[in-house]
């Protein structure tokens, strides 16, 4: 699939716009299983690979939010998607958000789990610990700050992280990846931040979704959103929502889509 584009696994079918999901930084379309598997009973879903990751490892737009988004709407192109529903964890959230604010009319419901760029500050001690940990031990050390403090990791998401770490070059693309995302200066570690009028620009509905133990991107991030933005705040939750919250994060896609009516 990488020598065409970017790697999706497609479940469902249906004419209407379909629901394309993008995961995190170094993690793969596997995080979406459980919530892609409930949500296509009436439409086609994509989880994508994204550049660098899994089986798009080989594809071009290996870099940040902004690369990766490029390389989307490539391949929606390809796939001949004019108009589709994102939902995005973490840095898929920030390459979502880009989508959007590129192609407005392309996006028709945006869906945004702790998204990268919301805000300058980033845990990059952590995240480096995490792109260079190659065994389960390491894994789970970085897991146990990403998710919520009393929620539980599971243990098939420990394996196939481990797997896709063992692959063939995937210690340099992820990173090649976290150099990508990380903006270094005087002042310290940033991340790169969209612009919040390109953000204040969507006309979109937009859920953004973050938990007060996140300890890799701050819960303040979700605070002075542009006005017709919806944020859902969880108590008790890390970073990690797709694993931790999955059944409100099904109910919150579903109102989101369900606004649009396509």
């Not at 419901?109 to 995240?127: D, K």
């Not at 903006?183 to 009028?197: F, K, L, T, Y």
């Not at 509905?205 to 859902?232: C, E, I, N, Y």
């Amino acid at each position: 699939m990488t020598a065409d584009g970017l790697y999706a696994l497609q479940k469902g079918e249906g004419d209407r716009p379909p629901l394309v999901f993008l995961h995190g930084f170094a993690a793969g379309s596997f995080v979406w299983l459980r919530l892609q598997e409930a949500l296509s009973a009436d439409r086609k879903t994509l989880a994508y690979d994204l550049p660098g990751h899994g089986g798009s490892a080989s594809s071009s737009g290996v870099g940040g939010g902004g690369r990766m988004a490029k390389a989307l709407i490539a391949d929606l192109d390809r796939r001949g998607v004019e108009r589709a529903h994102l939902v995005g964890h973490s840095m898929g959230g920030a390459a979502a958000a880009l989508v959007a604010a590129r192609q407005p009319r392309r996006v028709a419901s945006l869906t945004l789990l702790a998204p990268g760029g919301f805000g300058s500050e980033i845990n990059h001690r952590l995240l480096r610990r995490y792109a260079l940990a190659d065994n389960e031990q390491d894994l789970i050390a970085c897991l146990e700050e990403m998710f919520g403090w009393n929620a539980t990791i599971p243990w098939h998401f420990i394996s196939r992280l481990t797997a896709l770490r063992k692959t063939d070059g995937a210690a340099d693309r992820i990173r090649q990846i976290m150099q990508s995302i990380f903006v270094e200066d005087d002042a310290g570690v940033s991340q790169g931040v969209i612009r919040r009028e390109m953000l204040a620009a969507l006309d979109m509905p937009v859920k953004v979704l973050w938990g007060t133990q996140d300890r890799v991107l701050p819960t303040r991030q979700s605070h002075r959103l542009p006005p017709l933005f919806a944020a859902h705040v969880f108590e008790n939750t890390g970073h990690m929502l797709i694993e931790e919250r999955p059944e409100e994060v099904e109910i919150l896609i579903r109102q989101n889509i369900a606004s649009v009516g396509d």
